[in-house]
């Protein structure tokens, strides 16, 4: 009997150490699933986000490896995007505005949907849409505060520029900017905002801690974009109608020089600044080109076809990789910032418009 038992026993041990690998894959199994129905899920190191106009969402891409992650549904006409400086939401700016291409009778199209209109708040996290934030009339393109307290607004069809308190959702102060301001610019001190009039051909200069107007700056037809430099001692304007890139003086408010874009059809739009404020990228919309220019010299350096009409331009913390979103062909191009060689292109949603680029 004892040496029955003894074998039983025996028996007993081994088919539990058999049962041990399976019993930890289970666990390990069942807290991955808890972690999950928590809310927890795992977070790329890069993250693009780009708003697309046509079919009112927002595709995640993990710049690991260039795949679609998530698409969030947002609402009518996502255009510029942003990431809080924390990191933990990402904004949009909506509009409920129908679509008007350059030179299209405006009194044909629909009424606009006013509801529609704010700047819609995801989390960046679980990519849930949140809340929309009511900013004014049409907004198109908005710039945040370095602290995160404040973003500032362009009103396109009423011609404002709104000042936000992000905490409240107010409206602090709009101010006259021109006919359809579109591009929103800040200082990376936050100091100064600058804001671009597409019909006036002019950039409204915001001082941030007055909360005023204090200059205009004439500028060529239709800018678009106003990007500064890392220092702030600089500002660059894409100027669509003139196929050039306007270079300011961001201390004295004044134009210092124009850079000429060459190319058929070319139409400057876009515009990304490198991290060590070496290079200035800008895309050409109809010219399907993404141009470098060395910010010391201000002359182009090269350029690469990137794709069908690229507008929204961003590029990576570490300076590496650029992200454009190619409109009229609803992918985005993945463009090594060096050699301008575009490595991939990925499927987005209808119109890609903007980019955004957020890190761990």
């Known amino acids: 009997m004892k040496r029955d038992n003894g074998t039983n026993e025996k028996e007993r041990n081994i088919r539990k150490r058999g049962l041990l690998p399976y019993i930890s894959f289970i666990f390990v199994c069942s807290v991955i699933s808890l972690a999950c129905s928590n809310g927890a899920v795992r977070q790329p190191a890069i993250v693009v986000y780009v708003t697309n106009e046509a079919s009112g969402d927002l595709s995640v891409i993990d710049a690991e490896n260039n795949e679609v992650i998530a698409t969030v549904p947002l609402g009518k006409r996502p255009r510029g995007v942003k990431v809080s400086p924390d ?143 890392p220092d702030g001692s600089r500002a660059y304007v894409s100027a669509e109608n003139e196929g050039a890139v306007d270079v300011i003086d961001a201390a004295r408010h004044v134009r210092l020089k124009t850079i000429r874009l060459e190319g058929e059809g070319v139409k400057p739009m876009g515009i990304a600044v490198a991290p060590d404020g070496k290079r200035i990228y800008v895309t050409t919309g109809r010219h399907g080109h993404v141009v470098a220019i060395d910010a010391e010299t201000d002359r182009v350096v090269g350029s690469a076809q990137v794709g069908v009409r690229p507008w929204g331009i961003a590029i990576t913390p570490d300076g590496k990789t650029l992200y454009t979103a190619n409109g009229p062909s609803n992918d985005v191009s993945v463009i090594d910032a060096e050699t301008l060689e575009v490595k991939a292109r990925i499927r987005v949603g209808d119109r890609p418009w903007g980019v955004a680029i957020r890190s761990r």
């Open 87 to 229: 990191g933990k939401t990402v904004m949009v700016a909506l509009s409920g505005s129908p679509i008007a291409p350059p030179g299209v009778d405006e009194s044909t199209l629909p009424p606009a949907d006013k509801s529609a209109d704010g700047i819609g708040i995801v989390d960046a996290v679980r990519n849930v849409f949140l809340r929309l934030l009511p900013v004014g009339s049409d907004p198109e393109e908005f710039a945040v505060s370095p602290d995160g307290n404040r973003i500032y607004v362009a009103n396109e069809d009423v011609g404002l520029a709104s000042i936000v308190d992000l905490s409240s959702g107010r409206i602090i102060r709009s101010f006259p900017v021109g006919e359809e301001p579109e591009g929103v610019g800040i200082s990376p001190d936050g100091r100064i905002v600058y804001v671009t009039s597409e019909d006036d051909n002019t950039v409204s200069v915001i001082d941030t801690s007055e909360e005023k107007l204090i200059a205009t700056i004439e500028v060529g037809r239709r800018p678009r974009v106003a990007a500064f430099l």
